[in-house]
Nanobody, 122 residues
Framework: QVQLQESGPGLVKPSQTLSLTCTVSGGSITTNNYYWSWIRQSPGKGLEWIGYIAYSGGPYYKPSLKSRTSISRDTSKNQFTLQLSSVTPEDTAVYYC??????????????WGQGTHVTVSS
């Protein structure tokens, strides 16, 4: 059973960098065809995909967030990390780490972390 767990501060000041880590258990982040994603949901809004880091280590970001986003990984700890810079109150959301599956057919999310709430406020 794969499990994902987010960790990081729940409060970030405007203009600072939000940093969250996802620890994965029950499976390796280097296994083929898995893309380790970050998704968020702001109050009253739908889910927003932020980006992923692939099993190969290559990242890919939502274009509108690309200039502020960095996703990296530590394979020795089986973790991947989101950094979102220059945050504003609009970045307040519940942040989820999620596994995306793609092997040439339909893409789908199969495992989710429980989510962590981040508030951007001074």
């Amino acid at each position: 059973q794969v499990q994902l767990q987010e960790s990081g501060p729940g409060l970030v000041k405007p203009s600072q960098t939000l940093s969250l880590t996802c620890t994965v258990s029950g499976g390796s982040i280097t296994t083929n065809n898995y893309y380790w994603s970050w998704i968020r949901q702001s109050p009253g809004k739908g889910l927003e995909w932020i980006g992923y880091i692939a099993y190969s280590g290559g990242p890919y970001y939502k274009p509108s967030l690309k200039s502020r986003t960095s996703i990296s990984r530590d394979t020795s700890k089986n973790q991947f990390t989101l950094q979102l810079s220059s945050v504003t109150p609009e970045d307040t959301a519940v942040y989820y780490c999620v596994r995306l599956v793609y092997s040439g057919g339909p893409r789908y999310f199969d495992y989710w972390g429980q989510g962590t709430h981040v508030t951007v406020s001074s």
